[in-house]
């Protein structure tokens, strides 16, 4: 009779495409805020030289070309490993354009109430808004979320 071998420990499945996918939203928050942080720098000196169409030509180069692709290989390395990410990752990086959402930086932050008068507060609505792309993302803010189906009492 073989010795019975203990049992492994258990990981994390595609643990290599996890480390993958954190090393890419770090590295593409890295570069974000450092183009944000030069931006940030050249417009102070450079306010009275942006007009019309030099103003939409700084807004697209604020943004490093290599932050974006990063953003891009993301999205890509978890949609084929079928990865599940994280809701704050999800939350934090533009569906559209691929940008890591910074608050002031890279994104606006505003909090709407569409009920009569803003009576209800389970109504608020936060609004992420991209300002490399102007998408939004709408996420409710102090609503219960509703129980699973099969853990509801009835």
């Known amino acids: 009779m073989a010795k019975d ?6 990981g994390i499945p595609n643990k290599h495409l996890h480390a993958r996918t954190t090393f890419l939203y770090q590295a593409a928050a890295y570069l ?10 050249s417009a102070a000196s450079d306010t009275e030289h942006a007009h ?4 939409t030509k700084s807004r697209s180069q604020n943004h490093s070309p290599l932050a974006l692709q990063l953003g891009s290989d993301l999205h890509s390395v978890s949609r084929k490993g079928q990865l599940r990410l994280a809701v704050d990752l999800k939350r934090s990086m ?8 910074i608050p002031g930086r ?8 569409h009920s009569k008068n803003g009576k209800k507060p ?7 808004e991209c300002k490399l792309c102007g998408g ?9 979320r509703q129980a699973k189906k099969s853990e509801r009492t009835t």
């Open 32 to 41: 974000t805020l450092q183009t944000a942080s030069k931006h940030a720098q």
């Open 94 to 101: 533009c569906k559209s354009c691929n940008t890591i959402l």
């Open 136 to 144: 939004k993302k709408r996420l409710p803010i102090g609503a219960k």
């Open 52 to 55: 019309g169409t030099e103003q």
């Open 5 to 10: 071998k203990p049992p492994k420990a258990k």
């Open 122 to 128: 389970w109504a608020d609505v936060l609004v992420i």
């Open 106 to 113: 890279t994104a606006t932050q505003l909090i709407e109430n």
